[in-house]
């Protein structure tokens, strides 16, 4: 008989449409034709889902007491006896009730496609065993029912029903997931944006990890062995040489360039354990690889360029990263082609970067002009081509002689003579000239093995070999010297661009140019000291004898050079240097200026602030208090007791309202100044929130409460948290339209806490959020009777001083949420 089919609708939380797919799809496979019924769905009360039930027949429930509570389950036996051709079975990962056939919904499904019943069902990310901690860590909650990995991807097809995070977020708001009490609460724990972000990457790239392994299982069913480059997948080798760090960083950014990129770094050794990099250094290139979230392998093989390519081709990589080899160039002409050309030669359809470092001495520097225009090892190499291929011509030639072949043979000679010129210039050239002429009239003019010359063409054929060497070899030489000119030129190009793109990027100019004039002229040490003497920028070390020169740059310091002296070429580069360091120094010390000019623009913003809420907010109650205590102190003035007890309470609560201004300004520039006195200690959330109400005399008609009665208690300071919910509350009931009520939430994510503040007011749009945070701003508010503006500005240092935050969020239907968040004392005490 043959088993059903398992196709499983993945999402990232709750709300995203799962059950309403998976309906709809019973719908239209119902249309079709097909024989679908409903096994169980979970409607949860939304509309929505529940519209889609109708026209499916739907095996009924069967019902199981537990613990006096009546539970409904899926009646297995119910749709075996039914047979249809499809099953819909919602929440795959739910548990059964006791007393079922199977603890797991999971195992009932297992039992319906041995029947050969095909199931539509349904599963959220955070229920896969696998994901079960990273998820907790995401969103702080602890999943109870989970469901293995091995059964989801043995399912025949997975679909990801994806919803981005804000428009879940819009529908929960709209009442479309959970009742209406329950949204604020789901808004701010479970449903926050970072959350529902961090669970739809987890299901997206689960999913990708799924068809990837599902790619290799048809690739190798089918004996494909090139790879297919649906993804990048970058391999980086190491040999446990200092260039490591240099490739891992290469390969992590080229990895990043796409989405879902993999790093990999591969480690070859040896069978018989030589050749083996440097433990310490592999060790810390291991502990960044895993740092860059790559993972690190070692393979043991004698063969290395074939072991990384075979490695690459395993794992289906797109990108193969290599340093350039540490070896010099005589050791390279010795032992042949290195592992890079190697690698390069059977790579076929992966891309290799072979990667410079310093290692390698592949840092920037500036061609040499001086000495000759060719090298010395050119020269000895063409010595050596004119002893070596000399005498192996001859012979090659005495060997074949005719009478006739006198032609050939000094064509042959001449022949060597070009390519001696061409690779090691004039003296190697006149010297197999005269080797080779001399070898003509001894072994091939008449008379034979003798230096005389009987004809005397023989002494002019003699000097056209060395005119033609010289010609030769003369221009062999000027090209030389043309071609490292240009590069000569090319590199100071490459550096005055380099040193104008520094000044460019502003602050790391002076450094920047400091290592590069380092690199150019290949120094020891370059320092720029200021004209106090002390060390702006540096880069290398002075030399152990001290030498060094002073390149003066303006009147900002002095440029100090440590190494051999420079020719005129390079001193002409070095006044363009210096130059620039002193455009970027002055730019430097421009940006600093403007720095403490925008730092004295605020403290005048600031002070224009205090001085315009002083000149109302403290005058209206001290005014109120002198007249009150003038009018006491009138001598003739007839009072009765009622006046004089009212003169008494507006001098007592005029300065009851100057105290209060007072201890506010005094508190925020505790707080500016980084002085704030905290006392930590554990504080109930909910004796802080009633002590607020009481402080504001709110009513039940103003204030609604949701506070968590397992709310742990939290790590602040009880007097400072309480004037943060005072303030916050006060506001709030401040700008709640009339007839509806503030309403106070707790909760806990995880470690931490939340006291939420929600009013459904005006709200502040998004770009403004900052500013209610700033001191003596009201906001564009004209009503001056509330105070300085230090309200929420003192809430938010408070907070932060207690070490947690403060924060303002759109409340669903419109106004403002104030969360309060800060860490529970039961975290603190586990943390110590």
Same mark, same amino acid.
């Given at each position: 008989?043959?088993?059903?089919?398992?196709?499983?609708?993945?999402?990232?939380?709750?709300?995203?449409?799962?059950?309403?797919?998976?309906?709809?799809?019973?719908?239209?496979?119902?249309?079709?034709?097909?024989?679908?019924?409903?096994?169980?769905?979970?409607?949860?009360?939304?509309?929505?889902?529940?519209?889609?039930?109708?026209?499916?027949?739907?095996?009924?429930?069967?019902?199981?007491?537990?613990?006096?509570?009546?539970?409904?389950?899926?009646?297995?036996?119910?749709?075996?006896?039914?047979?249809?051709?499809?099953?819909?079975?919602?929440?795959?990962?739910?548990?059964?009730?006791?007393?079922?056939?199977?603890?797991?919904?999971?195992?009932?499904?297992?039992?319906?496609?041995?029947?050969?019943?095909?199931?539509?069902?349904?599963?959220?990310?955070?229920?896969?065993?696998?994901?079960?901690?990273?998820?907790?860590?995401?969103?702080?909650?602890?999943?109870?029912?989970?469901?293995?990995?091995?059964?989801?991807?043995?399912?025949?097809?997975?679909?990801?029903?994806?919803?981005?995070?804000?428009?879940?977020?819009?529908?929960?708001?709209?009442?479309?997931?959970?009742?209406?009490?329950?949204?604020?609460?789901?808004?701010?724990?479970?449903?926050?944006?970072?959350?529902?972000?961090?669970?739809?990457?987890?299901?997206?790239?689960?999913?990708?990890?799924?068809?990837?392994?599902?790619?290799?299982?048809?690739?190798?069913?089918?004996?494909?062995?090139?790879?297919?480059?649906?993804?990048?997948?970058?391999?980086?080798?190491?040999?446990?040489?200092?260039?490591?760090?240099?490739?891992?960083?290469?390969?992590?950014?080229?990895?990043?360039?796409?989405?879902?990129?993999?790093?990999?770094?591969?480690?070859?050794?040896?069978?018989?354990?030589?050749?083996?990099?440097?433990?310490?250094?592999?060790?810390?290139?291991?502990?960044?690889?895993?740092?860059?979230?790559?993972?690190?392998?070692?393979?043991?093989?004698?063969?290395?360029?074939?072991?990384?390519?075979?490695?690459?081709?395993?794992?289906?990589?797109?990108?193969?990263?290599?340093?350039?080899?540490?070896?010099?160039?005589?050791?390279?002409?010795?032992?042949?082609?290195?592992?890079?050309?190697?690698?390069?030669?059977?790579?076929?359809?992966?891309?290799?970067?072979?990667?410079?470092?310093?290692?390698?001495?592949?840092?920037?520097?500036?061609?040499?002009?001086?000495?000759?225009?060719?090298?010395?090892?050119?020269?000895?190499?063409?010595?050596?081509?004119?002893?070596?291929?000399?005498?192996?011509?001859?012979?090659?030639?005495?060997?074949?002689?005719?009478?006739?072949?006198?032609?050939?043979?000094?064509?042959?000679?001449?022949?060597?003579?070009?390519?001696v010129a061409l690779v090691g210039g004039i003296w190697p050239a006149l010297f197999a000239a005269v080797l080779s002429g001399l070898t003509l009239d001894i072994l091939f003019v008449a008379p034979l093995y003798t230096v005389e010359v009987s004809d005397p063409l023989h002494i002019y054929a003699l000097l056209l070999y060395v005119a033609g060497a010289v010609v030769v070899s003369y221009i062999v030489d000027q090209a030389a010297r043309r071609a490292r000119s240009a590069r000569r030129s090319e590199a100071e190009a490459e550096l005055l661009a380099t040193v104008a793109g520094n000044v460019l990027r502003g602050e790391s100019a002076v450094p920047a140019l400091v290592s590069r004039t380092?690199?150019?002229?290949?120094?020891?040490?370059?320092?720029?000291?200021?004209?106090?003497?002390?060390?702006?920028?540096?880069?290398?070390?002075?030399?152990?004898?001290?030498?060094?020169?002073?390149?003066?740059?303006?009147?900002?310091?002095?440029?100090?050079?440590?190494?051999?002296?420079?020719?005129?070429?390079?001193?002409?580069?070095? !006044?363009?240097?210096? #130059?620039? +360091?002193?455009? *970027? =120094?002055? $730019?430097?010390?421009?940006?600093?200026? %403007? @720095? &403490?000019?925008?730092?004295?623009?605020?403290? !005048?913003?600031?002070? #224009?602030? +205090?001085?315009? *809420? =002083?000149? $109302?907010?403290?005058?209206?109650?001290? %005014? @109120? &208090?002198?007249?009150?205590?003038?009018?006491?102190?009138?001598?003739?003035?007839?009072?009765?007791?009622?006046?004089?007890?009212?003169?008494?309470?507006?001098?007592?609560?005029?300065?009851?309202?100057?105290?209060?201004?007072?201890?506010?300004?005094?508190?925020?520039?505790?707080?500016?100044?980084?002085?704030?006195?905290?006392?930590?200690?554990?504080?109930?959330?909910?004796?802080?929130?009633?002590?607020?109400?009481?402080?504001?005399?709110?009513?039940?008609?103003?204030?609604?409460?949701?506070?968590?009665?397992?709310?742990?208690?939290?790590?602040?300071?009880?007097?400072?948290?309480?004037?943060?919910?005072?303030?916050?509350?006060?506001?709030?009931?401040?700008?709640?339209?009339?007839?509806?009520?503030?309403?106070?939430?707790?909760?806990?994510?995880?470690?931490?806490?939340?006291?939420?503040?929600?009013?459904?007011?005006?709200?502040?749009?998004?770009?403004?959020?900052?500013?209610?945070?700033?001191?003596?701003?009201?906001?564009?508010?004209?009503?001056?009777?509330?105070?300085?503006?230090?309200?929420?500005?003192?809430?938010?240092?408070?907070?932060?001083?207690?070490?947690?935050?403060?924060?303002?969020?759109?409340?669903?239907?419109?106004?403002?949420?104030?969360?309060?968040?800060?860490?529970?004392?039961?975290?603190?005490?586990?943390?110590?």
């Amino acid at each position: 008989m043959r088993r059903g089919r398992l196709r499983v609708l993945l999402g990232a939380a709750p709300g995203v449409g799962k059950t309403y797919e998976m309906l709809e799809e019973g719908r239209r496979l119902r249309g079709d034709g097909r024989d679908v019924v409903i096994a169980v769905v979970e409607t949860h009360g939304r509309a929505a889902t529940l519209a889609q039930t109708e026209g499916l027949p739907e095996v009924p429930r069967i019902t199981a007491t537990h613990r006096g509570v009546s539970l409904t389950e899926m009646d297995l036996d119910g749709v075996l006896r039914r047979r249809p051709e499809v099953a819909l079975v919602d929440e795959l990962a739910h548990t059964n009730a006791p007393g079922s056939h199977h603890e797991k919904r999971w195992q009932d499904v297992r039992d319906l496609l041995d029947a050969g019943i095909d199931v539509i069902t349904t599963v959220n990310i955070q229920h896969i065993e696998s994901l079960n901690g990273v998820v907790e860590k995401i969103t702080g909650v602890v999943q109870r029912e989970t469901i293995p990995d091995s059964v989801v991807r043995a399912a025949e097809q997975i679909e990801v029903v994806d919803l981005a995070p804000q428009s879940l977020r819009d529908r929960l708001s709209a009442g479309s997931i959970y009742p209406t009490e329950r949204i604020d609460a789901a808004l701010s724990n479970y449903f926050r944006l970072g959350n529902l972000t961090a669970l739809r990457e987890l299901a997206l790239l689960w999913l990708a990890d799924e068809v990837d392994s599902a790619l290799k299982d048809y690739r190798a069913e089918h004996g494909i062995d090139s790879a297919w480059q649906t993804r990048e997948r970058v391999v980086v080798t190491l040999t446990g040489g200092p260039e490591g760090e240099t490739l891992l960083r290469r390969g992590a950014r080229i990895a990043a360039r796409s989405a879902g990129g993999e790093l990999l770094a591969v480690h070859v050794t040896r069978q018989d354990g030589l050749r083996t990099g440097h433990p310490e250094l592999l060790a810390a290139q291991r502990a960044l690889v895993e740092s860059l979230g790559g993972s690190y392998h070692q393979v043991v093989a004698d063969d290395v360029p074939r072991a990384l390519v075979e490695f690459a081709r395993a794992h289906a990589a797109t990108q193969l990263v290599i340093g350039v080899s540490r070896r010099g160039r005589l050791a390279a002409a010795l032992t042949g082609p290195g592992i890079g050309a190697t690698v390069i030669r059977e790579s076929g359809d992966i891309d290799v970067h072979i990667v410079t470092h310093s290692a390698a001495g592949g840092r920037f520097a500036l061609p040499r002009i001086t000495g000759g225009a060719l090298s010395v090892r050119r020269r000895v190499l063409g010595f050596a081509l004119a002893l070596v291929c000399g005498p192996l011509l001859t012979w090659l030639l005495v060997s074949t002689r005719t009478p006739e072949s006198i032609t050939i043979e000094v064509l042959a000679y001449q022949l060597l003579v070009v390519l001696v010129a061409l690779v090691g210039g004039i003296w190697p050239a006149l010297f197999a000239a005269v080797l080779s002429g001399l070898t003509l009239d001894i072994l091939f003019v008449a008379p034979l093995y003798t230096v005389e010359v009987s004809d005397p063409l023989h002494i002019y054929a003699l000097l056209l070999y060395v005119a033609g060497a010289v010609v030769v070899s003369y221009i062999v030489d000027q090209a030389a010297r043309r071609a490292r000119s240009a590069r000569r030129s090319e590199a100071e190009a490459e550096l005055l661009a380099t040193v104008a793109g520094n000044v460019l990027r502003g602050e790391s100019a002076v450094p920047a140019l400091v290592s590069r004039t380092r690199e150019a002229f290949g120094l020891a040490g370059v320092r720029m000291l200021a004209p106090d003497g002390h060390v702006i920028a540096a880069d290398g070390e002075p030399l152990a004898d001290g030498r060094h020169i002073d390149v003066p740059v303006g009147r900002r310091g002095v440029l100090e050079l440590n190494g051999d002296d420079l020719d005129v070429s390079e001193r002409r580069l070095l !006044d363009v240097i210096v #130059s620039q +360091l002193d455009a *970027a =120094l002055e $730019h430097t010390d421009l940006a600093e200026t %403007a @720095a &403490a000019a925008d730092a004295l623009v605020e403290t !005048d913003q600031v002070r #224009s602030a +205090l001085l315009s *809420a =002083l000149s $109302h907010d403290l005058r209206r109650p001290l %005014a @109120a &208090a002198v007249a009150a205590v003038s009018g006491l102190r009138s001598p003739g003035a007839a009072m009765t007791d009622d006046d004089r007890r009212e003169l008494l309470a507006t001098a007592d609560e005029s300065l009851e309202t100057l105290s209060a201004l007072v201890t506010d300004l005094l508190d925020v520039s505790r707080v500016q100044a980084g002085v704030l006195a905290v006392s930590l200690a554990p504080v109930d959330a909910a004796d802080v929130v009633l002590s607020a109400i009481d402080e504001l005399d709110l009513g039940p008609g103003s204030v609604e409460l949701a506070l968590d009665p397992d709310l742990p208690l939290l790590r602040g300071d009880g007097v400072l948290l309480q004037r943060v919910v005072v303030n916050v509350m006060a506001n709030a009931a401040r700008y709640a339209p009339p007839g509806s009520r503030v309403r106070v939430t707790t909760s806990r994510l995880g470690g931490i806490a939340q006291i939420r503040v929600i009013d459904h007011g005006p709200g502040v749009i998004s770009e403004r959020r900052d500013e209610i945070f700033t001191p003596f701003q009201r906001l564009g508010d004209t009503d001056n009777t509330t105070g300085l503006g230090l309200g929420l500005a003192l809430s938010k240092g408070f907070t932060e001083g207690m070490g947690g935050t403060l924060t303002a969020e759109d409340t669903p239907g419109g106004g403002l949420t104030m969360v309060i968040t800060l860490p529970t004392a039961d975290r603190e005490d586990g943390e110590r």
